[in-house]
């Protein structure tokens, strides 16, 4: 039985007793502090403090095997809501009430969730089994209910292995009545890096890059990536010379301190488009149109360009900055990005570059007559200028208000390629414990969580129901990029209570372990 199967039983079998679960979470455990409950009161009365409009949008969404058009005749068989990837968007606004209702079709016995990806929503709608739920089974169904109190482009996808890498997300847009920035349309823009049904499963690529680079043939080492002997913990070895189906050994960039990532991908999808078949936005010549720019792949940072057009950015993770005209946008996983521009004449390209992977995706824009670019166009202004979150404002209104830290943790991304084991502060997570090593918060607090990365590998660190500020007055956003050897502060205020999760977004590196509880003090 392979790792994520052995992750689906644990989680089956914690559904059974998940009420209890939680329940011991708000006692305690075993001598532990003890915790606020996902389902508590404090939780009740933090979602009526929430404006509320009234309206209720009802939702269904059905997970289920598909086979998907992914254009020019590409086909693949995968896991998805819908006949293609992200075409399940949801769009509501604020102080709507979203009741999503998911139905678990799957095949082979498969748990799942929908974890809200930035909404800081109440916990026990959070999606995360065990931890605010329990996993919901084959053949059943389960609402999610919330009401969504801020303003932004989201999106949801399941928590439960490495089902992200599959088609099981789709953006969630929530407006804002109120809109101050002026534009003429919306695109919303889903990068997605793609394996599933096509040269394997995320399952299979997961169990390779468990056994470790050990004994691994290999045409390449990016740092980080020197051979180890696989752990007894990560199964049987490969044994050597055995050669890699789905691990990247020379994904190499600069922007993103040395090692690119892990895994190859076939294709990389615009829209849930190949560039061979690009996705085509149409417009009018002069128009003002606001990008919603959503990285929902697995394993890819994208450096983000639109031919002969310069890109205003408005937003990261929601939140508004001071604006700031860019040639190139970097996105990693979980993070998104709006961006203000004003169409040209003729058809220019939308392209993805998947950093340091030596492939892009693509769209099209088209406000005219002109031949479409090829699939393979590389626009000058993936080379120019890139300006990094650490580089961005808070726009004023957003902007948290200077004070000392009540508690501070530090948060140290540990790890190695050699055995594939991550964890933070070296322990790996703990599906059976999950309130175990928690770090601990109280209600009201300012907490300052310092991102340590002493590895090779970068890793975007998104956390659950909250947003942070990135250092003194920076942006505020769930999910940064952490680069190889540096440290990264940020600050949040303790305003949503409940537990938490804190985890790598890269979905390979948070099923191995990187990942931890956030959790609020009783």
């Not at 990560?234 to 055995?242: D, K, N, T």
């Not at 404002?393 to 540990?414: F, G, I, S």
Request: glycine share 12%; proline share 6%; net charge neutral.
């Amino acid at each position: 039985m392979n790792s994520i199967n052995r992750r689906s039983v644990l989680l089956a079998g914690l559904g059974a007793t998940g009420t209890g679960l939680l329940a011991a979470c708000a006692d305690g455990i075993s001598g532990s502090p003890s915790l606020l409950s996902p389902s508590g009161s404090s939780v009740a009365r933090t979602e009526r403090k929430r404006g509320s409009t009234g309206r209720v949008h009802h939702v269904r969404l059905t997970a289920a095997a598909r086979t998907l058009d992914l254009g020019g005749g590409t086909l693949a068989r995968s896991w998805a809501f819908g006949s293609r990837p992200a075409d399940q968007e949801i769009r509501i606004s604020v102080g709507d009430t979203l009741a999503a209702r998911l139905s678990n079709r799957l095949p082979g016995g498969a748990t799942t969730s929908l974890h809200w990806h930035g909404i800081a929503l109440r916990s026990d709608m959070d999606g995360v089994p065990p931890v605010t739920q329990s996993p919901v089974r084959p053949g059943s169904d389960f609402t999610y209910r919330f009401i969504a109190d801020a303003p932004g482009t989201y999106f949801f996808h399941p928590h439960v292995g490495v089902q992200l890498d599959r088609a099981l997300c789709a953006p969630l847009i929530v407006e804002d009545p109120r809109e101050p920035l002026s534009y003429d349309d919306e695109w919303v823009v889903v990068l997605d890096d793609w394996l599933d049904g096509v040269t394997g499963t995320p399952d299979q690529a997961f169990a390779e890059l468990s056994h470790g680079m050990g004994g691994m043939t290999t045409s390449g080492a990016g740092p980080g990536r020197t051979a180890a002997s696989p752990s007894s913990s990560s199964g049987a070895s490969p044994g050597h010379g055995m050669a890699m189906q789905f691990t990247l050994m020379d994904a190499r960039s600069d922007r993103l301190g040395g090692d690119g990532g892990d895994v190859k991908y076939p294709y990389h999808l615009v829209n849930g488009r190949v560039p061979d078949a690009p996705h085509v936005y149409t417009g009018r010549p002069g128009s003002r149109v606001r990008l919603r720019i959503i990285n929902a792949g697995g394993d890819t940072a994208y450096r983000v360009a639109l031919g002969d057009h310069r890109m205003t950015i408005t937003h990261t993770d929601g939140f508004p900055v001071e604006h700031r005209q860019v040639d190139a946008l970097l996105i990693g996983m979980g993070e998104r990005y709006d961006v203000l521009v004003t169409l040209g004449d003729g058809v220019f390209p939308l392209v993805a570059h998947a950093e340091g992977k030596g492939a892009s995706g693509l769209a099209l824009v088209r406000t005219g007559s002109g031949r479409a670019p090829r699939a393979t166009v590389r626009p000058r202004e993936l080379d120019g200028m890139i300006v990094t979150a650490a580089q961005l404002r808070a726009a004023d209104d957003v902007r948290l208000e200077a004070r000392k830290a009540d508690r501070v943790h530090r948060v140290e991304l540990t790890g190695r390629m050699g055995t594939y084991e991550w964890s933070i502060n070296r322990r790996r997570f703990d599906m059976a414990r999950p309130t175990a090593n928690a770090l601990l918060v109280g209600e009201g607090e300012r907490v300052r969580l310092d991102f340590v990365n002493p590895t090779g590998m970068w890793h975007p660190m998104h956390l659950h129901g909250h947003t942070y500020q990135l250092g003194s007055g920076g942006p505020r956003k769930d999910t940064t990029i952490v680069l190889p050897k540096r440290k990264v502060s940020v600050v949040f205020d303790a305003d949503n209570p409940g537990q938490w999760m804190l985890h790598c977004h890269n979905a390979y590196h948070g099923e191995a372990g990187m990942m931890a509880l956030v959790a609020y003090q009783a």
